[in-house]
């Protein structure tokens, strides 16, 4: 008598505590209904790409002429800039025969960004542009929409570290096409009350093969070299925030799944355990198929950017103490501290997602599993198994993308700045 009198007090407990946990959920997700983070707001080069003629997530208003104007835009973008790295490569072996090494530093970095610019736009924009928008899909299906959920998941953390990142990468990016585009303009300016050359350099570092030493020929280059800039910083800008999203949105989902299935408790009913685990299992497989569809998508761009990156940092250390002009010191040091800051944000959206794969492992293995059956257990360690190997980028299976990764490129770009200072004795 004692037991059934004790069993209805404990399944009312019961009932009250879950009707109290439902009219809190029920009224937090009335308060917080303007607060809800919508899967785009982790997404936000979408207006950049539809400027290229690429629409991924299908909300474009823009009309069909609009859409064949940008169409037109990116096709003569991209031809522009291909002239322009085979001028910067002329360039480039013209100044190796001149022994100049700063002509030289300029000019290849030149090659390197607008090579890069390409490779990113036919690896995103075109050759994956079907395969990203299936990833974006799927991404969206696991992402939590309702306001509890997020707020148990904490999917606002997420995308305040991704804000974050955006706008420190805005502020850089603006910073260093501004100072590039009026760099020529205080050039003339301090040659003009101090000297009558009036020598003036270009924003690109190329080969010009005509004179452009009059004012209307160097305004229409400038105009052409300035379009050409800008142009290409939105681009690699886009897909910067391209890939912030992905990345860190797949790791918020690694993290979600990994706290749900550590939630899993046998003892409340295993078959519905094993309902629960299998289904996860099958979003874990889902998750870890996108990792390594990013893993090849990125891999090529990674491989540029991480060794592009180095002798990046190289060249413009060194041309910042080689006993240039105050302008052009300005002009280096913040490519420096562009090509730096790029560098660790590949690096540690790397390392996010190594920490969010292995959190599956660590939820698996602190549920209650030992409460289970043989059965349970063994979907278990199929969970722990496959979290062993970790889900990471890579620079074409040469170095993962990570924080440490990030140490090495400073360490050889410091090695190779070494080598020029003690070569050219500055």
């Not at 006993?323 to 010191?329: E, H």
């Amino acid at each position: 008598m004692f037991k059934s009198k004790q069993f209805n007090f404990d399944t009312n407990f019961q009932i009250m505590e879950a009707l109290n946990q439902f009219i809190k959920q029920k009224l937090f997700r009335e308060s917080q209904a303007s607060n809800i983070q919508y899967f785009r707001d982790f997404f936000q080069c979408e207006e950049i790409f539809i400027k290229f003629g690429i629409n991924f997530l299908k909300s474009s208003t823009t009309s069909e002429t609009a859409r064949k104007w940008e169409k037109h835009h990116f096709v003569a973008m991209k031809m522009a800039t291909v002239v322009v790295v085979m001028l910067s490569i002329i360039n480039f072996v013209i100044s190796i025969v001149d022994q100049s090494i700063v002509l030289a530093i300029e000019s290849s970095a030149a090659v390197g960004i607008f090579t890069l610019m390409l490779l990113k736009i036919h690896t995103v924009m075109i050759k994956n542009r079907g395969t990203l928008m299936e990833i974006l899909e799927k991404l969206e299906f696991h992402f939590p929409t309702d306001a509890w959920n997020q707020h148990v998941f904490e999917v606002q953390n997420y995308l305040s570290t991704l804000k974050t990142f955006r706008k420190i990468t805005i502020v850089i990016y603006s910073t260093i096409y501004i100072q590039l585009i009026s760099v020529p303009f205080f050039q003339l300016f301090y040659r003009w009350i101090t000297s009558s050359d009036f020598v003036i350099d270009l924003i690109i570092q190329c080969y010009i093969p005509f004179d452009y030493s009059n004012p209307l020929v160097y305004s229409i280059i400038y105009v052409i070299h300035a379009w050409m800039f800008l142009v290409n910083v939105l681009a690699l800008f886009s897909n910067e925030l391209l890939y912030f999203g992905l990345i860190i949105v797949l790791s918020m989902e690694f993290d979600i799944l990994g706290h749900l299935i550590s939630e899993i408790d046998p003892r409340e009913g295993l078959e519905c355990a094993l309902t629960q685990m299998k289904m996860f299992i099958k979003i874990h497989q889902e998750l870890i198929a996108i990792a390594e569809k990013l893993e090849d998508i990125f891999s090529m761009i990674l491989f540029v950017n991480i060794f592009g990156m180095i002798y990046l940092i190289c060249g413009t250390a060194f041309l910042s103490v080689s006993g240039i002009s105050r302008y052009l010191l300005l002009k280096y040091f913040i490519g420096l501290i562009t090509t730096s800051w790029n560098g660790y944000i590949q690096c540690y959206f790397g390392e996010r997602l190594i920490q969010s794969s292995i959190s599956v492992a660590n939820g698996a293995y602190n549920s209650n599993w030992y409460h289970g059956s043989p059965e349970y257990k063994k979907l278990v360690y199929i969970v722990i198994a496959r979290s062993q190997k970790l889900q990471k980028l890579s620079a074409l299976k040469y170095v993962d993308v990570c924080l440490e990764t990030y140490k090495w490129i400073i360490n050889k770009a410091y090695s190779f700045y070494s080598v020029l200072t003690a070569i050219y004795s500055v």
